[in-house]
């Protein structure tokens, strides 16, 4: 039941196919790995458009923002999947 009330809510607040924006917080040298995560977890359901980041003030940890453009609410739901289950994330949203 939590998978369908996520559902609602992305197609509720989002129009797919459109633009999306994953927000990701990672150690530093974990950038690419991240992006390349993202993608490889869309499989051809959504492109990269932009990646901005922001390191911590200490510079332990990087806020990255990962604009795309997304096929489906299922995909972004895949995506948070794949990244919930890497060790280099420290959250995502």
């Given at each position: 039941m939590?998978?369908?009330a996520?559902?609602?809510?992305?197609?509720?607040?989002?129009?797919?196919?459109?633009?999306?924006?994953?927000?990701?917080?990672?150690?530093?040298?974990?950038?690419?790995?991240i992006v390349?995560?993202v993608?490889?977890?869309?499989?051809?359901?959504?492109?990269?458009?932009?990646?901005?980041?922001?390191?911590?003030?200490?510079?332990?940890?990087?806020?990255?923002?990962?604009?795309?453009?997304?096929h489906?609410?299922?995909?972004v739901?895949?995506?948070?999947d794949?990244?919930?289950?890497?060790?280099?994330?420290?959250?995502?949203?």
């Amino acid at each position: 039941m939590e998978r369908e009330a996520s559902l609602e809510l992305l197609r509720t607040h989002h129009q797919f196919p459109g633009p999306f924006e994953f927000r990701v917080v990672v150690r530093p040298p974990d950038r690419q790995t991240i992006v390349s995560a993202v993608v490889a977890a869309g499989e051809g359901q959504l492109v990269v458009a932009e990646v901005t980041d922001r390191p911590s003030g200490k510079g332990t940890y990087v806020s990255l923002r990962i604009a795309a453009h997304v096929h489906s609410a299922e995909t972004v739901l895949v995506v948070w999947d794949a990244l919930k289950g890497m060790p280099e994330v420290i959250f995502a949203l």
